[in-house]
């Protein structure tokens, strides 16, 4: 089983950068997907970028290009959501996704807020 646990949220300024970690137990690195996802609030729940290890990064968020970046460290089993020059209108909860062996798996969200 599977087992996503997504940190690094917290209260940053508006310009400001974050890294998130979403570290997986149960998981190998061979044909995956993974994908950071957020929610802000009263809005639907929307995908941002996704790093696979058939098509490499894609983003899902024009929002974010140049300013979010994703990557992997498989020898800490760990996918990373690097974000600078935050907005306000990055505040919301994110989480990562798996998608492995045919099946999906959640992790917890971490909240990100940015004051302007």
């Known amino acids: 089983e599977v087992q996503l646990q997504a940190s690094g949220g917290g209260l940053v300024q508006a310009g400001g950068s974050l890294r998130l970690s979403c570290a997986a137990s149960?998981?190998?690195?061979?044909?995956?997907?993974i994908a950071w996802y957020r929610q802000a609030p009263g809005k639907e729940r929307e995908g941002i970028l996704c790093?696979?290890?058939?098509?490499?990064?894609?983003f899902y968020s024009d929002s974010v290009k140049g300013r979010f970046a994703i990557f992997s460290d498989s020898s800490k089993n760990t996918v990373y959501l690097q974000m600078t020059s935050l907005k306000p209108e990055d505040t919301a909860v994110y989480y990562c996704?798996?998608?492995?062996?045919?099946?999906?798996?959640w992790g917890q969200g971490t909240q990100v807020t940015v004051s302007s």
């Open positions: 996704h798996i998608y492995w062996r045919e099946r999906n798996w």
């Open positions: 790093i696979s290890s058939r098509e490499g990064i894609t």
């Open positions: 149960g998981f190998i690195f061979d044909d995956y997907s």
